[in-house]
């Protein structure tokens, strides 16, 4: 049986109620995402609170989480008050369409559904979290595209053979790529994730690979550079 929580260097994340778990792609968007000047900071889809921590560790802004899931929001909630930074994190039990806050975000992050042709397993709430149909990539971006300030940036974490479809979707909502970095699980095998960051501006996209393991266990230095402020074991 698996573990009911998942500690951290800083905090903890308890899960057990919470359809999607800890994993590797939420430690690697929060880890990966340009916070350099964020002040006001949203993620949609927050899930079990992990994201959310992991940027109040890495800056100083206030921090909205947005999660559909009942069960997810109230866990997160309890993440969040055991945390050091309870103070600057709110999460939101909302559908992100219906979202209006008062404010435009310099900082946006998602890791969304992704599973868009996948055959659906029998639990709602893992599906919810899991499909597209919930909150397809047209309504995330558009959505991120109306609460993104002008000179913000909007982050996310997808599988690599979404990619070049997401980031068409995006181009027709005035968000265009300024970072991709293609993770790649072990030498020789293709990209298995892309982390992309998108803003308002044309810019230079700038472009890199990330490997996260050489062997089994054996992870490789920058992926032990991006991730020790957080894996215990880094």
């Known amino acids: 049986m698996p573990n009911s929580f998942f500690s951290f260097k800083k905090f903890t994340i308890h899960h057990d109620r919470c359809a999607m778990k ?15 000047h964020s002040k006001h900071l949203l993620d949609i889809g927050s899930g079990t609170g992990l994201v959310a921590l992991m ?7 206030e921090i909205t989480g947005i999660e559909i899931d009942k069960e997810a929001v109230e866990q997160s909630r309890e993440n969040v008050a055991a945390s050091p930074w309870k103070e600057r994190i709110e999460i939101l039990w909302q559908d992100v369409r219906q979202y209006t806050p008062n404010d435009l975000y310099d900082t946006i992050v998602s890791n969304p559904p992704y599973f868009v042709d996948s055959l ?14 919930t909150l397809d990539a047209d309504q ?8 993104l300030h ?15 479809r997401f980031i068409q979707t995006a181009a027709s909502y005035g968000l265009h790529p300024s ?22 501006e044309i810019t230079a996209c700038a ?8 062997d089994r266990h054996v992870y490789s230095e920058a ?5 020790k402020d957080f894996y215990l074991k880094m």
């Not at 800890?22 to 350099?36: I, K, S, Y």
């Not at 940027?55 to 802004?61: F, M, P």
């Open 22 to 36: 800890v994993g590797t792609d939420g430690v690697l968007l929060g880890a990966w995402t340009d916070v350099a």
């Open 55 to 61: 940027l109040a560790q890495r800056c100083t802004g």
């Open 120 to 133: 659906k397993c029998p639990d709602g709430q893992r599906n919810t979290a899991r499909h597209s149909d």
């Open 140 to 147: 995330l971006i558009e959505k991120a595209a109306s609460l």
């Open 150 to 164: 002008p000179s913000g940036r909007f982050s996310v974490i997808i599988p690599s053979d979404l990619c070049e």
């Open 179 to 200: 970072r991709h970095t293609q993770v790649i699980t072990r030498p020789s095998l293709p990209p298995k994730r892309s982390l992309l960051e998108f803003r308002k």
């Open 207 to 214: 472009t890199d690979e990330l490997l996260i393991e050489l």
């Open 223 to 227: 992926y032990i550079a991006l991730t």
